[in-house]
């Protein structure tokens, strides 16, 4: 709504002529349509929905689900644009939530992030508990479905330990354990190769005996031959008697 630099009021609305008499307490200017159009310094003006018109009031601070903005001309409220909150420091700042809510950096959730308490009964998260931990171990092997081998992407863990926590209650405290994606040269399993060896042995063990079998044959058969040449009688031309 855009308003006439030579009277303040929104363009198109019809201001009352009498400026300060007939306006509502606290308000500088307004019309008979559109109420408040200019509030008194230090007050804020809200716009509140009235069917198709926006009706405004002046009021010294603003109400649940609004926050207020101070401009050398006039002080507004603003509607707060964060999910389930009930009241705001700024458009995208919560400092209340709805009922049931908890309240963590300006924001509400249904319960407090992990690592977080609801202070002293309040439904606003404290800082992370006080917890004491240990130091992070060292980061264990790359590993995928708890094999060590026969991959190349994986996942890396560490961990560490609760010392204190308060009045014993280590849900309170941070991840005792952590996980990274890691890569690895892929290897073959030993299993697997194993397995593969084993294989090869019986492959090598089949040709072997195919070779002796064939080197046996080849011998059978030589030593056949042998025999038969020595078995084989050459018969001899006798010379007639000279005359």
Not at 12 to 38: T, W
Not at 125 to 154: D, H, I, T, V
Not at 191 to 199: D, I, L, N, Y
Request: one cysteine or more.
């Amino acid at each position: 709504m855009g308003l006439d630099p030579s009277s303040s009021a929104p363009y198109g609305v019809e201001v009352s002529s009498e400026v300060s008499q007939g306006c509502a307490k606290g308000c500088d200017l307004c019309s008979e349509f559109n109420g408040c159009l200019k509030c008194s310094p230090k007050l804020f003006i809200l716009l509140e929905r009235n069917d198709i018109r926006q009706i405004g009031i002046c009021l010294p601070s603003c109400p649940l689900g609004y926050f207020g903005v101070r401009n050398p001309d006039m002080n507004k409220c603003i509607k707060c644009k964060i999910e389930n909150c009930e009241a705001c420091f700024s458009r995208n700042f919560c400092t209340k939530c709805k009922e049931g809510l908890y309240l963590h950096k300006g924001r509400c959730y249904s319960t407090c992030p992990e690592g977080y308490s609801a202070a002293n009964g309040t439904m606003e998260c404290s800082n992370p508990a006080q917890c004491e931990m240990s130091e992070w171990g060292p980061w264990g092997p790359c590993s995928k479905k708890r094999k060590l081998c026969g991959f190349k992407k994986g996942n890396e863990e560490r961990s560490r330990k609760v010392l204190l926590a308060p009045s014993g209650d280590v849900s309170v405290c941070p991840a005792t354990t952590e996980v990274r994606k890691c890569t690895v040269q892929k290897n073959q399993c030993p299993e697997g190769k194993r397995k593969r060896k084993e294989e090869q042995e019986k492959r090598d063990n089949m040709n072997g005996n195919r070779n002796q079998k064939d080197t046996k044959e080849a011998k059978s058969g030589t030593k056949k031959r042998k025999s038969q040449q020595r078995g084989t009688v050459v018969p001899m031309t006798l010379a007639s008697p000279a005359q």
